[in-house]
């Protein structure tokens, strides 16, 4: 007898690319070659020192047992009173659970929004899982060219004539966004918010960029918005901004009878999710970190600008300035068709041959450009940025 296979849709779904590439780049240095991963966005910093104080301390007090199942009644009120000071944004504990990570909270909250066959926009270039989340909770991505005349931000129009054409129910927005870093203006989330509305579209907005912002701009929740609020489901955590990545806690907040599906959900799926992160999470939450913040928000910075100013230096390489976010977006058109590759195979030979890790843009709906992730230390990305600009003048002559 044949063995159990998987099903159908567990065969179409692909691995996470971003998470692939750094498995490959870790994997090509454990075998001894000298590979800068640029690939996976994770700041180096470490966690700050009173959250993993927090942990430690929550295991030395034995606080390691099962706990509610969306989280303890303690972290869901730091969370929402974190919501508040942080956006200015009111949420009841009820309103707020959380998950293992934000793609926890985003598994949860699309399983519960997405009945069978219904049609999620996805603005492209988009975070790369979210295709598969929404296939997973059997809904039908549907995808939006980018906009890069726009600055990668979608038009209310524009987002209004593809949720008629597909009779969609919901849309998945991330601002600042990753791969393009893209921050709206309060007017024009507005305007997309309104089509929302307009079109009856759920909102599934993953801010968890949202303390990531440089040259003044500034963050702005569709829940925060008129006509926002009801119909739009919050992801966030310290995940970026308390390099917290591997503890995988985030949250999902909005309203109450989507928190309390996705509660029982959560339930049957997880259980909880890990209780001594949580119990950091408190901290984050209600510790006094802006100092800390605001010092990891300037080293980002600056190798954001060193970044747009070098890699422009590189002939056939451009990148616009971001605005938000830990990402460089590099359109390599030029050199893709200089070389006769695309980004795919660009990648492959900038990581065999120039041995620094990257991500394809196809990756994100976004062909011909590659993501550079400036998470990493000033020193690697410098040597990063110097490695290709050696593969391109040897390359591209
Ligand atoms: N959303 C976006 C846009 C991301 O870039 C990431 C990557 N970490 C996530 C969600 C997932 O975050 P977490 O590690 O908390 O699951
Ligand atoms: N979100 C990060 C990235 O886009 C981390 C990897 C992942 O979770 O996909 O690189």
Known sequence: MAGPAPNTLARSITESVTLAIAARAAALRAAGRDVISLGAGEPDFPTPEPVASAGVSAIRGGQT??????????????????????????????????????????????????????????????????????????????????????????????????????????????????????????????DIVDAAAAAGLWILSDEI???????????????????????????????????????????????????????????????NPCTISQIAAIEICRGDHREENARRLQAFDERRRFLVEEINRIPLLRLEPPRGAFYALVDARELCASLDLDDVALCEALLEDGLVATVPGSAFAIPGHLRLSYAASTKEIREAVARIARFVAARAT
Not at 216 to 244: D, Q, W
């Open 65 to 190: 047992r099962y706990t509610a199942a969306a989280g303890l009644p303690e972290l869901r009120a730091a969370a929402a009173e974190w919501f508040q000071s942080q956006f200015g944004l009111r949420f009841t504990p009820r309103q707020v659970m959380a998950s293992s990570g934000a793609k926890g909270a985003l598994h949860m909250a699309l399983t519960c929004l997405v009945e069978p066959g219904d049609a999620v926009l996805l603005l492209a270039p988009y975070w790369v899982s979210y295709p598969d989340l929404v296939r997973i909770a059997r809904g039908r991505p549907h995808v939006l060219e980018p906009v890069p005349d726009q600055g990668f931000v979608h038009r209310g129009e524009q987002i209004a004539r593809a949720a008629r054409e597909q009779g969609a129910k919901g849309i998945i927005l991330n601002f600042p966004g990753n791969p393009s870093g893209a921050v709206p203006t309060a007017a024009e989330l507005r």
């Open 209 to 271: 960029y949202a303390t990531l912002l440089y040259d003044g701009a500034e963050h702005h929740s569709p829940a925060a918005l008129p006509g926002g609020r009801e119909r739009t489901l919050i992801v966030n955590g310290g995940a970026k901004s308390h390099s917290f990545t591997g503890w995988r806690l985030g949250f999902l907040a909005g309203p109450e009878p989507v928190i309390d599906a996705a509660v029982r959900i959560q339930s049957q799926v997880l259980g």
